[in-house]
């Protein structure tokens, strides 16, 4: 039986939409981050959480689950329960021994903590379509002013575009699962979560940790963090498919959904600016390329050379940008369905 613990802050928002749930007993782990404010999010978060418990009784399929809490929050908001057009991003995990399936909708993510933080979940997000194409850097998307832009939500996405994420592996010997809204990473680098990860203490004394820290750093969003060890006859195990892995040196790399290696940089384990928490300021570096654990560094691949161009006057340069992106915006609110988480 896995060992679970989580704990959650309201950060510096009026309600804690964030809901979640550590039943080892179960098997089963949640974290649920509502959205709707006054449309009452932390209703939608609560019915997602509760609905998947329940499932989990019956016996049901995780991401079956997931899909029956969209129902349920739709009924809800129907039925007065909560307010229309409220939703919530979810991610789950649910254990049979130490197998696990992670499924998820929106932007709250999962980790796998071995030594490195490995990054298992895909956002349903605008910014990560650019990331995982190559039309957007890792700098830009941490200081894109769309990134809470998501394009999958329970409660809110058509019932026929409902597109559930799933991911399977075995959680084993040395390691431990991370769950968690966005609260925490986009306020804490990968650097600075791995930090907290490698410092030892207590599933329930580290998952404080990182909520805290998160908070302490300015986060102004709720924030949650569930985390997940296997118990004392885990066996040995390897990764599954990463989206990114972070390392404790301040690397950090970015997979394609094809599990190439798009790009690498060098994060700062703390935000820039306390007033601007809520990003995470990288530094592009040469390419890292990943390397066994225990492994000793090889020396750095030369970087690329690149271009001298002339810089643009700063008001511009923004000015440009701005009405580049913009566009950009408007044309996909056009052409699909967004939500802001």
């Known amino acids: 039986m896995p060992e679970m613990a989580g704990s959650t802050h309201i950060g510096q928002r009026e309600l804690n939409e964030d809901c979640f749930c550590a039943d080892a007993g179960l098997g089963l782990a949640v974290v649920a981050d509502g959205m709707g404010g006054h449309n009452h999010g932390e209703v939608a978060s609560a019915i997602v959480v509760d609905t998947l418990r329940r499932e989990a009784r019956n016996g049901a399929a995780l991401d079956d689950a997931i899909r029956e809490s969209h129902s349920e929050v739709k009924r809800g908001a129907d039925t007065g329960l909560g307010g229309e057009g409220m939703?919530?991003?979810?991610?789950?995990?649910?254990?049979?021994?130490?197998?696990?399936e992670v499924c998820w909708i929106g932007d709250c993510r999962a980790y796998l903590w071995d030594g490195e933080l490995v990054q298992v979940t895909r956002d349903h997000s605008y910014v990560e379509k650019l990331l995982s194409r190559g039309a957007m850097t890792w700098e830009e998307a941490q200081g894109s002013s769309v990134r809470n832009m998501i394009t999958q939500a329970v409660g809110v996405s058509p019932d026929e575009e409902l597109d559930v994420g799933c991911a399977?592996?075995?959680l084993g010997a040395g390691q431990e699962l991370l769950l968690c809204s966005d609260g925490l990473n986009d306020v804490l680098s990968g650097q600075a979560i791995a930090q907290i990860l490698s410092g030892g203490g207590s599933l329930?004394?580290?998952?404080?940790?990182?909520?805290?820290?998160?908070?302490?750093?300015g986060g102004r969003d709720n924030v949650t963090a569930l985390l997940v060890a296997p118990d004392a006859g885990a066996p040995a195990s390897s990764r599954p498919p990463a989206v990114s892995i972070a390392r404790l040196d301040g690397s950090v790399e970015y997979f394609s959904s094809a599990g190439d290696s798009i790009f690498a940089a060098l994060e700062d384990a703390r935000p820039a600016q306390l007033a601007d928490a809520d990003r995470t300021s990288v530094h592009v570096a040469p390419r890292v390329t990943a390397?066994?654990?225990?492994?000793?560094?090889?020396?750095?691949?030369?970087?690329?050379?690149?271009k001298k161009r002339r810089a643009a006057p700063?008001?511009?340069s923004s000015l440009v940008q701005g009405l580049v992106i913009g566009t950009l915006v408007i044309a996909l609110l056009a052409a699909a369905n967004w939500y802001l988480g």
């Open 87 to 100: 939703g919530s991003a979810v991610v789950a995990a649910a254990f049979d021994g130490h197998d696990y």
């Open 168 to 170: 399977r592996g075995t």
């Open 314 to 316: 700063g008001f511009v």
């Open 291 to 306: 390397r066994p654990k225990g492994a000793e560094p090889g020396p750095a691949a030369a970087a690329p050379p690149r």
């Open 204 to 217: 329930r004394e580290r998952a404080a940790q990182l909520v805290d820290a998160a908070v302490q750093a």
